[in-house]
């Protein structure tokens, strides 16, 4: 099945720095990246998502990168505002395939933003 | 509000106890899925249902889990003889069957004492 990692565990950065978490995965099939903003208590929430035929996608200071040859995916926040501040998950999915609708997660990662 | 519901969204329970948790999707959706989140982890899959067919189950699911969705629409999950374990964050979430984004609902918080 698929394996999703993603790295770093732990983000800490300077309000208007910009943080970049990667992810890595298993399945070549894998055609649908979804990431996803949790707060604290709060459910998952959608903030961008890229599809294998394309590369790059972008949506105001928020940005996703595709590299399906190494089978990795990262996503780009420039100018971190504290409201940034939450865990970020990654996730994979092979959208039509034999696993159906399986989100297959990373571990997530905690960023902070200081103001 | 439109989005993904589930009921109760904390629950406490002592060891041995059954619990069920309810589910109602995004209307129209017709696909609704089960994920299980720990603490510091993400969510992890347990069932997905087409309308009302379910047609994937994570080897998570032990014979103790039960998930229904009779007509199509709601779904519970059902836990028989909870063990502390069991505590977690427990997600639902929908789908509409030509997108493949999923909206998750608020969850249910299960402690097993």
């Known amino acids: 099945g698929e394996n999703v990692e993603q790295h770093p565990s732990t983000l800490s950065v300077q309000e208007g720095d910009s943080a970049v978490i990667k992810c890595t995965y298993s399945?070549?099939?894998?055609?649908?990246f979804p990431w996803y903003k949790q707060e604290l208590g709060k459910r998952p929430q959608l903030i961008i998502d890229?599809?294998?035929?394309?590369g790059e996608k972008k949506d105001q200071r928020i940005a996703v990168t595709l590299n399906k040859t190494a089978k990795h995916f990262s996503l780009h926040i420039t100018e971190t505002q504290p409201e940034d501040s939450a865990v970020y998950f990654c996730?994979?999915?092979?959208?039509?395939?034999?696993?159906?609708?399986?989100?297959?997660f990373g571990q997530g990662t905690i960023l902070t933003v200081h103001p | 509000d439109t989005g993904v519901s589930q009921n109760p969204r904390h629950k406490i329970t002592k060891r041995g106890q059954n619990v069920t948790f309810r589910c109602d999707p995004i209307?129209?959706?017709?696909?609704l899925y089960w994920y299980r989140q720990t603490l510091g982890q993400g969510p992890e899959f347990l069932t997905y249902?087409?309308?009302?067919?379910?047609?994937?189950k994570s080897r998570l699911l032990s014979d103790r889990f039960s998930a229904e969705r009779p007509k199509g629409s709601f779904s519970t999950l059902e836990i028989q003889r909870t063990e502390q374990g069991d505590s977690a964050m427990y997600l639902c979430?929908?789908?509409?069957?030509?997108?493949?984004?999923?909206?998750f609902g608020p969850g249910t918080r299960l402690l097993v004492l």
């Open positions: 979430a929908s789908s509409h069957k030509f997108q493949e984004t999923q909206y």
């Open positions: 399945d070549s099939a894998s055609n649908y």
């Open positions: 890229i599809r294998s035929n394309v």
């Open positions: 996730a994979a999915i092979n959208a039509g395939g034999t696993s159906y609708g399986k989100l297959t």
């Open positions: 209307s129209e959706h017709n696909r």
């Open positions: 249902f087409q309308n009302e067919a379910q047609l994937e």
